[in-house]
């Protein structure tokens, strides 16, 4: 150690440093960024409520719903054509079972011999018998007679043709009972007359003009008809009234 120099004590090592910790990462934004004017999409303008009008004008496309439908164009014999024929025959008939013979015959045994006429007029029992059906071919008459002038409906139709067919049914039955009567009681003749065959075939071609006018009317019905219902009629113009625009 040189001489005039203090002696300076031994420097002691320092201790190590322990390494800083690393800061905590900042806290995510609580919005996104703002965009950049470059990624910024266009500003619209905002729509402006229409101005409402008073009165508004109604509808112009508006139609009622058809409730109603006119009836396709007729093909065929008209119902008022059916309905003359169908009085004809029914009138006739009705005539010859009145006035005319129903049916006869006659026997002859040697011991006895007779004579049957059964006519309308000839006795009560005749009477009875052929009297209603002589009725039902007059009602026929009267349904065809309102059908030549104004539209007869399904209904009319219907019953003149179910009285036709009952008194064709009731004539060719009573013929029947008749020949099966006149063979049994082996007759000489027996005959059906003008009367029996009037009212067979008047009561047949009147149930038959009857059906084709039933069936007539049916084709040229219209599909959907409600006549006791009004129909819909389009609002006044002070109904239609226009709400104000909703706030955004």
């Known amino acids: 150690m040189p001489v005039g120099q203090a002696a300076t004590p031994p420097q002691q090592p320092q201790p190590a440093q322990p390494a800083p910790r690393p800061a905590p990462p900042p ?7 703002p965009p950049s004017p470059a990624q910024a999409p266009p500003q619209q303008p905002a729509p402006q409520a229409p101005t409402p009008q008073y009165p508004p004008p109604p509808p112009q ?10 009836p396709p164009p007729q093909q065929g014999t008209p119902v008022p ?10 009138v006739v008939g009705a005539i010859l ?6 049916a006869g015959g006659y026997w002859n045994t040697g011991s006895a011999q007779g004579w049957v006429y059964v006519y309308a007029t000839y ?19 009267y349904i065809a007679y309102t059908g030549t002038r104004v539209a007869p409906s399904l209904g009319r139709l219907r019953t003149g043709l179910v009285i036709s067919s009952l008194v064709t049914l009731v004539v060719f039955v009573l013929g029947l009972i008749f020949v099966g009567y006149a063979i049994s009681e082996d007759w000489n003749d027996y005959w059906i007359s003008e009367g029996g065959w009037g009212g067979l075939f008047g009561g047949l071609l009147t149930a038959l003009f009857f059906f084709m006018a039933l069936r007539q009317a049916k ?13 819909p009629q389009p609002l006044p113009p002070a109904a239609y009234v226009v709400a104000p ?4």
């Open 123 to 141: 006795s009560w029992w005749s009477a009875i018998i052929l009297g209603p059906l002589a009725l039902g071919l007059l009602g026929c008459t």
């Open 81 to 90: 054509m059916l309905m003359v024929g169908a009085m004809i025959t029914s």
């Open 61 to 70: 496309q508006y139609q009622p719903p058809p409730y109603y439908q006119p």
């Open 245 to 248: 625009p909703r706030a955004p």
């Open 97 to 102: 079972l009145v006035v005319g013979e129903f």
């Open 27 to 33: 806290p995510p934004p609580m919005s996104l960024p």
């Open 219 to 231: 084709a040229t019905a219209a599909p959907y008809q409600m006549p006791s219902q009004p129909i």
